[in-house]
């Protein structure tokens, strides 16, 4: 069974651009969730996904956000792009909702110049 | 919101001893507390998780054990090897929100 994939696996991107990155959960997972760990730090929660909803975010600006495809794949886009977004942004999915474990992808590191 | 603690944040163990991370958390309404292991370079992985209508659960090596009263939770590794070093998080959930607030992380170092 493939794991969760993310792509892709490096981004470099300069301060004002905008950047997109894709996540394909484990197939039959519906809930898609993004967190930045940026270097050093532990996880913050983004956004979660589910049946092709946002259904709860955590406590970062708007120009973060992202979709979920009716295949239940997802990107997440950031607008304006700043220093500080340079992390590794890290993609998870569950099999349905109400706390079900979350298996992670290896991630995306965003690299802000 | 709700705010998870995470301590210590590095560990150092002989090989063979046993390491103990302590969580806290503040939402009462918290009731579902993974624990997941990140080694170098790798992606977090889920090591064991429990319910807040238990009070412990084990698997192998490795167990948790849950204070609803106190607001804390712990993971217990005993028997500990070279290949238990890595990060180790914490995190807190209420169900049907899905919102996880992970702790800050333990370095944990296992001396051989």
């Known amino acids: 069974e493939a794991g969760v994939t993310q792509s892709p696996t490096h981004l470099i991107k300069t301060r004002g651009q905008q950047a997109t990155l894709r996540c394909s959960p484990i197939?039959?997972?519906?809930?898609v969730y993004w967190y930045q760990q940026a270097l050093g730090l532990g996880l913050q929660f983004l956004l979660w996904?589910?049946?092709?909803?946002?259904?709860n975010r955590g406590n970062f600006p708007p120009r973060f956000s992202g979709r979920q495809f009716p295949n239940y794949s997802s990107e997440l886009n950031v607008n304006a792009l700043e220093l500080e977004d340079s992390a590794l942004y890290l993609c998870?999915?569950?099999?349905?909702?109400?706390?079900?474990?979350?298996?992670f992808g290896d991630g995306t590191r965003l690299s802000i110049l | 919101g709700e705010n998870v603690e995470q301590h210590p944040s590095t560990l150092s163990v002989q090989e063979g001893d046993s390491a103990v991370i302590k969580c806290t958390y503040s939402?009462?309404?918290?009731?579902?507390f993974p624990w997941y292991k990140q080694e170098l370079g790798k992606r977090p992985q889920l090591i064991i998780d429990?319910?807040?209508?238990?009070g412990e659960k084990k698997d192998q090596r490795i167990a948790v054990t849950l204070n609803k009263t106190a607001k804390h939770f712990s993971l217990h590794i005993t028997e500990t090897q070279p290949e238990d070093s890595a990060v180790y998080f914490c995190?807190?959930?209420?169900?049907?929100?899905?919102?996880?607030?992970f702790g800050s992380g333990t370095k944990l170092n296992v001396k051989p």
């Open positions: 429990i319910r807040s209508n238990v």
């Open positions: 197939s039959g997972h519906t809930s």
């Open positions: 998870a999915s569950s099999l349905v909702r109400g706390n079900q474990p979350q298996h």
């Open positions: 995190a807190a959930s209420i169900y049907n929100f899905n919102k996880f607030y």
């Open positions: 939402d009462s309404a918290s009731n579902y």
């Open positions: 996904y589910d049946e092709g909803e946002e259904r």
